[in-house]
């Protein structure tokens, strides 16, 4: 688990300049592609993979940095979603951007006092203590109306999404909102990672008497580690129910949720910032296209409907086994390994 | 080196899911000039028995309507699936694909096919312009068509269903003076769902003087011991079972261990299928609820549809007994609402495809009275509804039905649920929220225009 | 008094149904250190088995040795598949690829034998009998000598053959045992197997409950905190984990909801579970050696 932050040789391949340029490149694509992608491919691809790519980080933080787990990353995306539609309703003067960290916040104080028990216990026993929360914020958020403003579906959806009198509603806005905010929290995280409090915490993670031997509070980073790893999802919740479903209830941030953040660092790559994206475009993507794949086999002439989408069910639970077992590091470290061979390309490194 | 062979082998893997990830589009016109019709299903996870009649009702209705009738004045109904397996997120990837039409076909309407999708899509919607409309288990306010152009909860909202429940009960107690003094408990499932009837239970009450107890059971609702007990302790003459899946048949069991008569539980319209009381076993017998799909095949359309589409083995149905249940009656009908909206869109715009602005437009002048409910087969089977822009709910009436050990028999007939009373809360509602939202209503005159 | 009786002790029954579902995980987690979330599938897909036999005319006791055949077949395919590739891995991965497991179980569920609700008869009346004014269901009675003979039978498997010395030495220390010569793959597929008839008891317990359908699946998280509580390694620990979560979650509902507006047994248990950690980091009976900070 802890080999994959060593990726320094494969990006040696490339110089400095051109690693730049090609930084710039991508990141005006990425700016650029609301003018040529639909809006199927905006709605339904691109915005879920980068919201999930963002909590799948926080995640990857507490986890794949700290070794720390939770089931309930889910939970701490609602409180963002339902802060942030608090915030945005009952503060009208709030602008977007601060409603968003103030949401993220919020989310940070409940994930450090779910945090708590770490402290005192270790391995799967926390991992279920997590679930403590996912149930209690989803039975928080369905019980007392107030927090969906007493809306008689108790759904919440953005009350307005504005930055400086610019309408962010449609597709293209909410793309922008979605690339801005996780361009700048992956930043933040980059520089987490690298600065002393990530130091910390990879010791933490790799052997935590050791770590306190050489003074490294424990329990105040493994606290700190929860609350960064909140903000994060709690940010990714709010921009989850907003920008991409438009409107949620307590039950869109269910078990199911948690487990899709944590399949997304597995599958993406413990301890890498990066392969979560990868992670949450294989979230998102193999479901869909499993469907075409079965359409384009013409299964469908052969097989009922029913048929056909336990097939993808059975598919899609083997597909996440196969990649376990064939990908330790997940696809983060592949694609390491693909950098290194186009690095020496036509030899082999 | 296998690593990287594999790696590669991943990564071609990933290109075709770019490549092929992305929806045909509207571009391919391999369904140009048919009316698009988009079917949400949830055929896997813990809905699945509903849902696989269900669908088969709406797909067995539709194939007769296109291979029997020639489609609707001649133009073709396309109903391409999309499984959401009742998740709200898949719903709205489904949503987003169909929105805009699908090879060639364009969308008129839209159906959700679950609450939870159904209350998501309400501000989507609305900006998109496209008409959600999903019968039986609609937001109560959406009636509202000043405030929500785009919802139609046609049939059904689970306030109706609540006042129906009290007038079934008043029935049975000898008038609506005798309630006072009954004590009704409600049991209901901890959700949004679940709890959207505590509000008119606490109305009605207040009107008739019947003591209003209110019980939730925690999703899924596997252990019911502790609410029964409470049920019981309470001394309670009725219960309204407000439940879903797993929690019907484990409330009618558990109801059979503390000694409530099984005959005195009234079950919500989605607490009232085959696959709600027959794993309960012998002790349903005699269990009641509130029913808007009456089951039976014993309805001229469904005689057709057994003639042209069973019996020829074109059935959506692997299992055919399902043929006439509660949830593939309930197909059937939802299948009827959105083919007669068409052939009103129809009657105004000419007989094509329509677009989804035709579609409101379409629903807002829905008018099934009873003698085209006669023509089309369906008397009994399908209330007589009016739909109008103020109304778009339409009418909300419903059957009490009850289960005699092997199947579902209808009690009575159509029971009107008492809007009038509930009008002034709801209206107060969608206007609260059209506040919220920032949305003028519309007034007379865009309705005219329109 | 009598009622708070009735109602603890409904609870305390209904403890005894989460256990049987605990028993599941703690004897893989036992001797393989896997955190089983597979195990709901796995009730559904032996309890849809058993049902899906017998509605087609096999008698009881075919049908039950028929479906734990299967549930072997299956514990020789995982370990051979799944854990074997991923024996030195990450108990994180490990319970991830558990879960991918879930999917393909539920999935091969319903495509071999579809998705309707079965009725499940046992032949055992759900009906109350009075005792002493307290009100108890034949049912509950019956599952409750279920739970109890399947903890004497497991322990004196464990306690008292080779396999169960075995099994206890992998738990004490792996490499140890398996320099003794216990082969580990071996005493991997008896725990799956054994936990795959576990799973079917469970299965028709439930299923003659509720019907058997999907949602089988879902009383996996209800037992969860019946783990925590009890310690994830001893079967002990979860009977009286279950006891004690069915009897809290029945009370807290009735004396703890009404105050906060709705049900609370969903996350009762897990913040009761969170609780006891703190106080007791290896749960009531689990072993020592439990990580602790």
Redesign the interface.
């Known amino acids: 688990?802890s080999s994959t932050t060593l990726s320094a040789p494969a990006t040696a391949a490339l110089p400095r300049t051109a690693r730049r340029a090609l930084a710039v490149v991508l990141g005006l694509a990425v700016l650029l592609l609301p003018a040529f992608a639909?809006?199927?491919?905006l709605?339904?691809?691109l915005i879920?993979t980068i919201v999930m790519g963002l909590a799948g980080i926080g995640l990857n933080l507490l986890?794949g940095y700290a070794g720390l787990?939770s089931l309930g990353s889910a939970a701490f995306m609602s409180i963002g979603a339902f802060s942030a539609y608090n915030l945005l309703?009952r503060t009208p003067w709030l602008p977007l951007p601060l409603a968003l960290i103030v949401a993220g916040l919020i989310a940070a104080v409940a994930g450090l006092l779910f945090g708590?028990?770490?402290?005192?216990?270790?391995?799967?026993?926390l991992?279920?203590?997590t679930?403590?929360a996912q149930?209690?914020f989803?039975?928080l958020f369905?019980?007392?109306a107030w927090f969906s403003?007493h809306?008689?579906?108790?759904?919440i959806?953005?009350?307005r999404l504005e930055i400086f009198g610019i309408d962010l509603?449609p597709a293209p806005g909410r793309y922008l909102l979605v690339v801005a905010t996780t361009a700048l929290l992956y930043w933040l995280a980059a520089n987490i990672v690298r600065s002393r409090i990530g130091r910390d915490l990879m010791a933490l993670r790799d052997m935590?008497k050791a770590a306190a031997v050489i003074g490294i509070p424990?329990a105040s980073r493994k606290l700190l580690a929860y609350a960064i790893s909140s903000f994060y999802a709690g940010v990714a919740g709010a921009l989850f129910a907003f920008a991409?479903?438009?409107?949620?209830?307590a039950?869109?941030f269910d078990?199911?949720k948690s487990?899709e953040v944590?399949?997304i660092v597995?599958i993406g790559g413990s301890a890498s910032l990066f392969g979560n994206f990868l992670g949450a475009?294989?979230i998102v993507?193999?479901?869909?296209?499993l469907?075409?794949?079965v359409e384009?086999l013409g299964l469908s002439a052969v097989f009922?409907?029913?048929?056909l989408?336990?097939?993808?069910?059975?598919l899609?639970?083997?597909?996440?086994?196969v990649l376990?077992?064939?990908?330790?590091d997940g696809?983060a470290q592949?694609l390491r390994?693909?950098r290194a061979?186009w690095a020496a390309w036509p030899l082999?490194a | 080196?296998t690593?990287?062979r594999?790696?590669?082998a991943?990564?071609a893997a990933?290109t075709?899911?770019?490549g092929?990830?992305?929806?045909p589009?509207s571009a391919a016109g391999a369904h140009e000039g048919e009316q698009l019709y988009p079917v949400l299903?949830y055929?896997?996870g813990p809905y699945?028995p509903s849902g696989?009649p269900f669908?088969g009702g709406l797909q067995d209705y539709v194939r007769y309507v296109n291979e029997v009738q020639g489609g609707v004045n001649g133009v073709k109904i396309y109903t391409p699936?999309c499984?959401t397996?009742y998740?709200?997120?898949?719903g709205?990837?489904c949503y987003?694909?169909f929105k805009?039409g699908y090879e060639g076909a364009p969308t008129a309407i839209f159906q959700p096919h679950s609450?939870?999708l159904d209350?998501?899509?309400?501000?989507?919607a609305r900006?998109d312009h496209v008409p959600v409309f999903g019968p039986g288990g609609g937001?109560?306010?959406a009636f509202e068509g000043r405030v929500f152009p785009y919802s139609f909860p046609l049939v059904l909202d689970y306030w109706s269903e609540a006042s129906i429940v009290v007038k079934y009960i008043a029935e049975r107690a000898g008038g609506l003076d005798k309630l006072k003094g009954v004590k009704i408990a409600t049991l209901y499932h901890?959700?949004?769902y679940g709890?959207?009837t505590i509000e008119p239970l606490k109305i009605l009450s207040e009107k008739y003087g019947f003591v209003d107890i209110q019980i939730p059971v925690?999703h899924p609702g596997e252990q019911q011991q502790t609410q029964w007990q409470q049920i019981k302790q309470a001394n309670a003459d009725w219960v309204f079972l407000r439940g879903w899946g797993v929690m019907n048949p484990v409330a009618i069991k558990t109801a059979a261990r503390v000694g409530f008569p099984v005959d005195h539980i009234i079950g919500d319209i989605w607490s009232g299928s085959e696959d709600d009381t027959r794993p309960a076993g012998g002790v349903a017998k005699g269990y009641l609820a509130v029913s808007v799909f009456p089951p039976g095949t014993n309805y001229k359309i469904l005689q057709e549809i057994k003639k042209y589409v069973i019996d020829t083995g074109k059935s959506?149905l692997?299992d055919t007994s399902k043929f006439g249940s509660v949830y593939y009656n309930f197909g059937v009908i939802e299948g009827i609402l959105a083919v007669e909206a068409f052939r009103t869109g129809q009657a105004k715009f000419g007989h094509r495809p329509l677009n989804t602005e035709e579609g409101r437009w379409a629903l807002e002048h829905l008018d099934l009275a009873p003698d085209r409910i006669e023509q089309i087969g369906a008397t009994g089977l399908v209330s007589p509804i009016k739909v109008t822009w103020l109304d778009h709910v339409g009418g909300s009436s419903a059957k009490i039905q009850q289960w005699t050990g092997t199947e579902w028999k209808p009690l009575t007939d159509w029971i009107d649920g008492d809007r009038a009373l509930f009008h002034d809360v709801l209206e107060q509602?969608a206007l609260d929220?059209a506040k919220?939202?920032g949305i003028a209503p519309r007034t007379n005159e865009d309705a005219l225009i329109n | 008094m009598q009622y708070f009786l009735t109602i603890l002790l409904s609870g305390l029954l209904a403890g005894v149904m989460y256990a049987m579902v605990a028993i599941g995980f703690v004897l893989i987690y036992k001797a393989s250190g896997v955190?089983n979330f597979a195990q709901g599938s796995m009730v559904l897909f032996a309890a849809l088995t058993f049902v899906t036999l017998t509605e087609h005319g096999v008698p009881f006791w075919a049908a039950f040795l028929a479906t734990v055949a299967v549930m072997i077949a299956g514990a020789v395919i995982i370990e051979r598949?799944?854990l074997r590739?991923?024996a030195d891995?990450?108990?994180?991965?490990l319970?991830?690829?558990t879960?991918?497991?879930?999917?393909?179980?539920?999935?091969?569920a319903?495509?071999l034998m579809g998705?309707d609700v079965h009725q499940l008869d046992l032949g055992i009346d759900d009906l109350p009998l009075d005792i002493a004014g307290l009100q108890l269901s034949q049912f509950d009675l019956f599952a409750s000598a279920v739970a109890i003979g399947l903890v004497v039978v497991l322990s004196v498997v464990f306690d008292r053959t080779r396999i169960g010395i075995a099994l206890r030495a992998v738990a004490d220390d792996v490499l140890a045992a398996q320099s003794i010569g216990i082969r580990l793959p071996v005493i991997w597929r008896i725990v799956w197997s054994v936990s795959g008839v576990v799973a079917l008891i469970a299965g028709l317990l439930w299923g003659a409950r509720q019907g058997v359908q999907f949602s089988l699946t879902m009383i996996v998280?209800k037992a969860?905190?019946v783990?925590?509580i009890g310690g994830?390694s001893s079967i002990a620990g979860a009977i009286v984990g279950g006891l004690l979560v069915g009897a809290t979650e029945s009370l807290a509902d009735i004396y703890i909801g009404p105050l906060?507006?709705?049900a609370?047994s969903?996350?009762f248990a897990?913040?009761l579970?969170?609780g006891f950690?703190?106080i007791r980091?290896s749960?009531l009976f689990g072993d020592r050696t439990?990580?602790?900070?």
Do not use: C
């Open positions: 688990m639909d809006e199927y491919w709605n339904s691809i879920p986890m787990v309703l708590l028990p770490s402290l005192r216990i270790k391995g799967f026993y991992a279920a203590s679930l403590g149930f209690f989803e039975w369905t019980n007392f403003n809306s008689l579906t108790l759904t959806s953005a009350p509603r935590d424990v991409y479903l438009g409107t949620s209830d039950h869109s078990l199911d487990f944590l399949f597995l475009a294989f993507l193999t479901p869909i296209f469907t075409r794949l384009l009922d409907n029913g048929f989408i336990n097939l993808e069910h059975v899609f639970g083997l597909t996440i086994v376990l077992i064939r990908e330790p696809l592949m390994a693909i061979r082999r | 080196m690593k990287i594999w790696s590669a991943a990564v990933l075709l899911v770019l092929f990830g992305t929806p589009a299903t055929r896997t699945a696989i669908l699936e499984e397996a998740s709200i997120e898949r709205i990837e987003e694909r805009h609450s939870g209350a998501a899509l309400l501000d989507k900006e937001q109560a306010h901890d959700s949004g709890r959207d925690p959506d692997k509602k929220y919220e939202k | 955190f598949l799944v590739p991923l891995r990450s108990p994180l991965t319970f991830m690829a879960l991918g497991l879930s999917f393909v179980i539920e999935g091969l319903q495509l998705t998280l969860m905190p783990l925590i994830f906060v507006n709705g609370v969903n996350w897990y913040i579970a969170v950690l703190l980091p749960g439990i990580e602790r900070v």
